[in-house]
Each structure stands twice: as structure tokens, then as C-alpha cells.
């Protein structure tokens, strides 16, 4: 227990030696400690993850998403280290708040990119209908700019081939009515157009006539059809339309699964708006609320530094630092004293030289 306590005083940036001579202090930076601790475990599992979907489908993806997890999170841990124990505790109120202004500035620089991929993580399956139809639309889209491109490009055939159909199914009906008159004729039902006497006359002949003629203009309008729509057929296949198709549910599985970091931070963002553009509120407030959980939660142990009330450790603290600036005067006054008395020697010895050689002159 000891070890545990004495490694989280570590983590809180405390002078070990000092604090454990102050027993209502410990309490206080165990606190501090596990806090910054758990804020780095929770940016290497993020930095680890994130750099999963870096070298996702790439060999030892595992390997280096672990090792730059542990990268990450010990970045993150000595940051927040450092942090906390560089705010004075004996400054007053007003100074405090000022040293803790950057440092709590740079925590929330913190907690929103250690957010990020953990909200990627929480909301994964939403993030992966997203994508799928981010996918579909986009291969739609894909489809749609080649037709367009196609027709631009055979504006002739095309318009020939629809003018062909235009043709073909006007001569269609024109034939189905000639048939039916031509019933009407034959079975001697009175119209405007028949005689009203049954039997196959010469009139009924005539028409049977001409309803041969229009179904051999009919067969030819037909092959020249398909003739033509071969041909655009065949050009389909050579500028490659033929082969882009609708994306599969599977095949938007697949893609959705492997979707890079990128792309699903993306569609992360797109989960607070509707399809139709429209705010989804409370996506966006579920999106928000998680990400400034992980903000404050990064915040935190500069926030419990800044609340907490001047302890004895503190003060032990302050007067520590006195002797060792004291000392460090000190220190600095004998050798300032050591190098004069030395300056003082060269120069008594230098004199005496420069005497004695007058002398021998």
C-alpha cells in the first residue's frame, strides 16, 4: 500500500521526502495523483486506437497501436504532471488563477484530442450506418456524373435512338387501332369508319393490306432499334458505365468496417444533422456533452490544485525553497569570495615578478 500511495504522490508532482511528514496531506495528493494517472490511461487507450485505424489492415497494426499508445499516454501523463505541480500554492488567489489560465487552456487542448477517438469508439455503429450511406450516395453520385458525361458526349445517337422509339411506339398504336377497325369491319360492327356489313370484303382486304405493310415498317423500325441500342450499349461497356453499379449491403459493410480515421471522424461530425441538413439536437448534445466530460475530466487536476485550501505540505514547501535560495546565495557569495581572493593572489604573485625582474636589470 505504501508503494501504491508513494507512486501517486509521483504522479501528482509531489516532494515525496516532504510530504510524508505531513500525514493530513496525503489524502490530498492521492487524489491528485490518481487523477492525473487515470487521465493518462485514457489517452493512451486513445492515441492507441486512434493509430489503429492509422495502420488498420496493415501487418503488426496491433504492435503499433500499442506502442504508440504508451507513447501518447506517458506524453499526456508528464504534461499533466508537470501542470499540477508547477502551480504555487503559496501565490496569492489572483496570481494562482493567472499561472493556472495557459495551463488550463492547454488541458482542454488536451481533453478534445483525447476525446476525439474515444467518441469514435462510443458511437461506432452510428458513425457506420453513416458511412454506408455517405457510400451509397456518393457511388449515386458517381453513376449519375457518368450518364451525364455519356450522354453529353453521344447527344446524336442517343437522340436518334429516342426519336427511333418515338416512331416505333407511335406506329404501335396506329397499328392496334387499324387491327381493331379492322375487326369491327369483318364481325360488321357499324362506325364512322367501317361499312357495317360482315363479311371480308374489299375493304376489310384493303386494310389487312395495309396493316401488313405497317408490321414489316414495324420489324424494320424494331432492328434498326436494337441496332442502334447495341451501338450504345457497346460504347457503355468501352467509357466503363456498364460496370459501375449500387453498392451492395455487404459491400457497404466491408467499406464501412475499414473506413480510416479520417472518414469516420467525418461522419462522427455528421451525426448532428438530419439527411435533410437540419440540426439533430440531441445527437449534437450527446456528441457535446461526452467530449466536455473528457475535457473537464483533463481539467480536473488543475481544478482540484486551484480548490484546494493552503496545507502544511505547502508551507514546508515554501521554506524548503527559502533555505535552497539561501543556500544558493550563499554558495554563490564563497565563491565569489574564492574567485577575489584568488584574482587577489595572481595579481600579489604577478607583482612580485614583475619587481624582482626590475631588480636584475
Known amino acids: 500500500m505504501n508503494l501504491i500511495n508513494r507512486f501517486l504522490w509521483f504522479c501528482a508532482g509531489a516532494h515525496i521526502p516532504t510530504l510524508e511528514k505531513h500525514p493530513t496531506e496525503h489524502n490530498k495528493y492521492l487524489g491528485i495523483g490518481a487523477t492525473i494517472l487515470f487521465t493518462g490511461l485514457f489517452a493512451a487507450l486513445s492515441g492507441g486506437y486512434a493509430m489503429y485505424f492509422v495502420f488498420k489492415g496493415a501487418d503488426f497494426a496491433w504492435l503499433f497501436a500499442i506502442f504508440f499508445g504508451l507513447i501518447w499516454g506517458l506524453a499526456i501523463f508528464n504534461m499533466d504532471r508537470y501542470i499540477v505541480s508547477s502551480l504555487d500554492k503559496n501565490a496569492s488567489a489572483k496570481k494562482q488563477l493567472l499561472q493556472a489560465t495557459p495551463r488550463i487552456l492547454l488541458a482542454i487542448m488536451i481533453g478534445i484530442v483525447i476525446s476525439r477517438p474515444l467518441e469514435l469508439k462510443i458511437f461506432d455503429k452510428e458513425i457506420k450506418e453513416n458511412l454506408k450511406v455517405s457510400y451509397l450516395n456518393g457511388q449515386r453520385s458517381k453513376i449519375d456524373t457518368l450518364n451525364k458525361a455519356f450522354d453529353k458526349k453521344y447527344t446524336i445517337e442517343i437522340g436518334k435512338l429516342n426519336e ?39 375493304y376489310a382486304k384493303r386494310k389487312e393490306a395495309e396493316l401488313k405493310q405497317r408490321g414489316q415498317n414495324l420489324d424494320t423500325l424494331t432492328a434498326d432499334i ?67 466530460l473528457f475535457i473537464f475530466f483533463e481539467c480536473l487536476p488543475v481544478f482540484v490544485k486551484l480548490m484546494s485550501s493552503r496545507g502544511s505540505y505547502d508551507h514546508a514547501i515554501e521554506n524548503e525553497e527559502k533555505v535552497q535560495i539561501h543556500l544558493s546565495d550563499k554558495d554563490r557569495d564563497a565563491e565569489i569570495t574564492v574567485a577575489e581572493q584568488i584574482q587577489d593572489t595572481k595579481i600579489g604573485i604577478r607583482a612580485q615578478q614583475r619587481i624582482d625582474e626590475l631588480r636584475n636589470k
Do not use: C, H
Open 164 to 202: 427511333l422509339k418515338a416512331q416505333r411506339d407511335s406506329l404501335a398504336a396506329t397499328i392496334k387501332s387499324d387491327r381493331q377497325k379492322l375487326n369491327y369491319e369483318i364481325f360488321g360492327n357499324k362506325t364512322t369508319e367501317t361499312s357495317g356489313v360482315m363479311g371480308y370484303g374489299p
Open 226 to 292: 436494337r441496332q442502334m441500342e447495341k451501338f450504345v450499349d457497346g460504347r457503355k461497356q468501352f467509357d466503363g458505365l456498364m460496370n459501375e453499379k449500387l453498392l451492395t449491403s455487404k459491400q457497404l459493410d466491408s467499406l464501412a468496417s475499414i473506413a480510416g480515421f479520417a472518414d469516420r471522424n467525418w461522419a462522427l461530425g455528421q451525426l448532428s444533422f438530419t439527411p435533410d441538413g437540419k440540426r439533430d439536437v440531441t445527437t449534437a448534445i450527446a456528441v457535446t456533452f461526452i467530449g466536455l
